[in-house]
């Protein structure tokens, strides 16, 4: 098939007979050991536009061109060429909403959503294949690339960021002795150029990687539990509301959660939405990818029954993205929960990243407000006040206990939990400037 390059401020566009748009936003962009200090610029430049903000998270902001080049649908292609480390890593597609015309940003400081998340094979660098291909279908990604409310108000950021530790590498892979480069990756996104609206888009972030398990106190509702509530409140009414889940299950310890099934629930208002078990397909299309030795995949292929009794993912596969359909949402208070109730995190270790977003059509109240400020709230656990701390007026605020119940409602800047039981309640804040935050708080 016939293409046309078309060069367009800087930006390379493919465009086939098809109409179909190409935009390479990283090319073989290289990460470094991600718990070392952050690598020199003089020595480990980075291509213009893009900032490096540790060595395992880079950033770049698609420009007006790009965003205009899009049509309605919407693919995302990763690929992961090995450098230095041998190991089975996790890798994450994100999208950051940054104040329009700002140069730089800090990631603590911004709103984010995960669109992709991966978990890269166990690869020499010496033996082929030395790279590995991820391909995401994200259609309701191109309504946020288009939507006239977010750009009006933000520059659109992509990070890249695989996280990744060269030590074993260092000794077990020729040529690796030293380095502390750890993959190369590729990440594009292919649209189709059709012309199509989204004045109508509703975005709204609600939990961008936040570890859920039993043991760390904000990781979940209650310690010894392993469920988190979300409350939430929907501006507008809202159709074809639809929650975009990406979960996945770590912890290799001996009998850690990596390596073991469980169900997981997901409720909206406590009805039951969504239940699944993650894993339960063959990870041998994969075993070409591994070309590392580990004990995962062994000398020998597995049957299906053997790779479905205890993998939650496959090393070199995508993480599912799962959409949870609730159809038209009333505006007001509302609850996302999720549980995995089986989980044990066997001497404290292992965790369940947790990446949330709400989308759907909801009018002229499109865009919940992304605008970041500084606040705090401090004693927390406390025994009985809570004050909190911003650089906006607190206009309202409502605690809420973990099943969703309205607890309190007051305008202050302090909050008295005094006549409350011991436990871990939620305050949903809404500032003078119209930005609303949701904490938890112990009462001790």
């Not at 990460?31 to 900032?51: E, K, M, Q, R, S």
């Amino acid at each position: 098939m016939k293409k046309i390059l078309l060069l367009l401020t800087g930006c390379a566009f493919f465009f086939t007979a098809k109409a179909q748009v190409s935009v390479t936003v990283f090319e073989d962009i290289l990460f470094y050991d991600g718990y070392a200090a952050l690598v020199d610029l003089g020595t480990h430049p980075v291509p213009d536009g893009v900032i490096r903000h540790r060595n395992d998270l880079y950033a770049k902001k698609l420009s007006a061109d790009q965003l205009a080049a899009f049509g309605s649908n919407m693919t995302i292609n990763v690929t992961i060429k090995a450098a230095c480390d041998n190991y089975d890593r996790i890798g994450n597609v994100n999208l950051a909403f940054v104040p329009t015309g700002s140069t730089a940003y800090n990631p603590a400081e911004v709103e984010h959503i995960e669109l992709a998340r991966f978990i890269t094979p166990f690869m020499n660098k010496n033996i082929e294949p030395t790279q590995v291909p991820y391909t995401f279908s994200a259609d309701n990604v191109a309504k946020i690339f288009k939507d006239p409310a977010i750009l009006a108000d933000y520059d659109i950021w992509v990070e890249f960021e695989v996280f990744g530790v060269p030590y074993a590498a260092q000794e077990q892979v020729a040529g690796c002795a030293g380095r502390i480069d750890v993959f190369y990756g590729t990440l594009e996104f292919v649209s189709n150029a059709d012309t199509f609206s989204a004045d109508d888009n509703f975005l709204l972030p609600m939990n961008f990687k936040k570890n859920l398990n039993n043991y760390e106190v904000g990781a979940t509702d209650a310690i010894g539990t392993t469920e988190r509530t979300i409350v939430f409140t929907a501006p507008s009414d809202i159709s074809e509301a639809t929650f975009v889940l990406i979960t996945s299950n770590h912890g290799s310890n001996p009998g850690g959660e990596e390596y073991n099934r469980r169900w997981h629930r997901v409720f909206y208002d406590g009805a039951l939405k969504l239940l699944y078990k993650p894993g339960g397909v063959s990870c041998e299309p994969y075993r070409q990818y591994n070309t590392q030795g580990n004990g995962i995949y062994g000398a020998t292929p597995r049957t299906d029954a053997e790779w479905a009794s205890f993998s939650n993912w496959c090393p070199g596969q995508v993480i599912p993205i799962r959409t949870v359909p609730i159809g038209d949402m009333p505006a007001g208070d509302h609850t996302f929960k999720i549980t995995v109730a089986g989980a044990q995190f066997v001497g404290q270790q292992g965790y369940i990243p947790v990446s949330l977003y709400l989308q759907g059509n909801a009018g002229e109240l499109a865009v919940d407000d992304f605008d970041m400020m500084s606040y705090n709230l401090y004693p927390n656990p406390t025994e009985n006040f809570i004050a909190v701390q911003s650089s906006s007026a607190v206009r309202h605020f409502t605690v809420y206990n973990m099943i969703g119940q309205r607890m309190l409602q007051g305008q202050s800047a302090q909050i008295d939990l005094g006549g409350f039981s011991k436990g871990v309640y939620l305050v949903e804040i809404e500032f003078e400037n119209h930005r609303k935050v949701t904490e938890k708080v112990i009462r001790k």
